[in-house]
């Protein structure tokens, strides 16, 4: 198989331009990257998520740059040809545009990631526009916004009546007025991600948006029974890699405390005239 061509923003927004859908998917860690990048996938975003799947925390709130540094440069060096973006945690970019522009470089500048995602919308718009002028491509994130779950009310739909629906529409504006590459949407009605989607010139990924979307995100950990927690209602599972996974420590288990494991097989020999040479020297 040939290599594949490096994603950049101006693919992402050809592909747009032109109907073809976008795949998205998180990652974080360098094995990861690698099978999201030979499965061909678009985006590659390194999600504070991973304060929940791979951290155990109930929320995304805890999460540190230094959580997520270590994270982007696995990934960075696993995905070679996916555009690849950094998750900019709780209060590294909300308190000032210096905070911003300082925390999205960090991602550039020690991880290598391709750009950043951030939530928020006319709130956060002068931080777009600040990292984007500094020449740091830009993701937004609007609905369901896990950094403000509080203040939304939980992990619920987001932008369900008309009103709401339209401060979600002048929040995308806001943001691709900034110069946003793309927008996220997060546990928004179908149809009303499908209007943002055609009225908008930037492309609009779902997560949890409908098939309107120009691009689907999944986490990856949702997708193969990894995070025993719960599983979203957006979500599908592509294969149960954590039945798997779980079946196999427990045959494990039991071959050990059997005395089943291990076999011959999986030993190392010593010649037999070294060995008896080595049961006399311990006599």
């Known amino acids: 198989m040939s290599e594949r061509t ?33 499965a061909g996938m678009d985006i590659v975003l390194v999600g504070d998520s991973l304060g929940m799947t791979l951290l155990g925390w109930n929320t995304t709130l805890p999460v540190t740059m230094e959580d997520m540094i270590p994270h982007a440069r696995a990934v960075v060096r696993g995905c070679k040809s996916g555009f690849v973006l ?24 020690e991880a290598a990631t391709d750009g950043i995602k951030l939530e928020g919308g006319i709130a956060v718009a002068d931080r777009v526009e600040a990292i984007v002028k500094s020449g740091i491509p830009v993701m937004g994130h609007l609905g369901l916004t896990p950094q403000s779950m509080s203040a939304l009310g939980g992990f619920k739909a987001q932008a369900r009546g008309a009103a709401t629906a339209k401060r979600l529409y002048d929040d995308c504006m806001a943001l691709q007025d900034a110069g946003a590459f793309s927008i996220l949407l997060e546990c928004v009605p179908a149809r009303v991600a499908g209007v943002i989607a055609r009225k908008c010139e930037i492309p609009i ?54 005395g089943a494991f291990p076999e011959p097989k999986h030993s190392f020999s010593i010649p037999e005239d070294e060995f008896r040479q080595f049961e006399e020297m311990v006599k």
């Open 86 to 109: 950094g998750d900019m945690p709780y209060m590294t970019y909300q308190p000032s545009i210096a905070d911003a522009v300082r925390n999205a470089g960090r991602f550039m500048a």
């Open 205 to 258: 990924i779902s997560i949890g948006a409908g098939v309107e979307c120009d691009g689907q995100l999944l986490i990856f950990h949702d997708c193969f029974g990894l995070y025993p927690n719960f599983t979203p209602k957006f979500a599908k599972v592509y294969g149960n890699a954590g039945e798997v996974i779980l079946n196999g420590l427990r045959t494990y288990v039991d071959e050990v405390q059997r």
């Open 6 to 38: 490096k994603v950049t923003v101006q693919r992402l927004q050809e592909m747009k331009q032109k109907g073809e859908k976008i795949t998205m998917i998180t990652a974080y860690d360098y094995p990861t990257g690698v099978f999201v990048d030979q």
